[in-house]
């Protein structure tokens, strides 16, 4: 089962609300995200983000320490399955370091320029260049910390993995 603090489902920068996701069963020894009502989002664009994945997979788990160990930071393994030309989120900046993998399906990633005119992480298209990047399955690319993007699904479904890198400050 997946824990209400796993899953997060969102459009356009909009999250549900983890209690519309979660298994109204009584009894249980901790909330557990319903995956029927999941489905019922992505079937309505939204995008479902599994957060913290690596310890479902000891692959995974050794692909994340090993990360840790080679970068010198903390790391986490997330998956945004999105459905066909959905977008989960509107141009944003991360505050940590992201590995991108594509699994399935396409993603375009639009990667603005990383300067002052950029508020809020949130950049006017018309004054902000940005480079343009298409995602299939086996590709993987780095994206800087502080840089704005947004990513969005082409013809069909699309699952990635990210591992954020999140150096410590002292």
Do not use: M
């Not at 983890?18 to 901790?30: A, E, P, R, V």
């Not at 300067?115 to 298409?134: A, L, M, Q």
């Amino acid at each position: 089962p997946i824990g209400a603090n796993s899953c997060r489902v969102v459009k356009d920068g909009k999250f549900i609300p983890t209690d519309n996701l979660i298994c109204s069963k009584k009894g249980l020894d901790f909330e557990r995200i319903d995956p029927l009502k999941v489905l019922k989002y992505y079937g309505y664009g939204y995008t479902v983000i599994l957060q913290g994945i690596a310890p479902a997979n000891r692959a995974l788990l050794d692909l994340i320490r090993n990360v840790e160990v080679h970068f010198h930071c903390l790391s986490a393994l997330h998956a945004y399955l999105t459905p066909a030309h959905g977008k989960g989120f509107s141009p944003h900046k991360d505050d940590h370091d992201v590995i991108v993998f594509q699994i399935h399906g396409s993603k375009e990633w639009k990667v603005y320029e990383n300067d002052e005119s950029v508020s809020d992480g949130f950049p006017n298209s018309d004054k902000n260049r940005c480079r343009i990047y298409t995602l299939n399955p086996g590709d993987f690319f780095f994206l800087p910390k502080e840089y704005p993007h947004s990513a969005e699904a082409k013809n069909s479904s699309s699952l990635h993995l990210t591992i954020s890198l999140e150096t410590p400050t002292y």
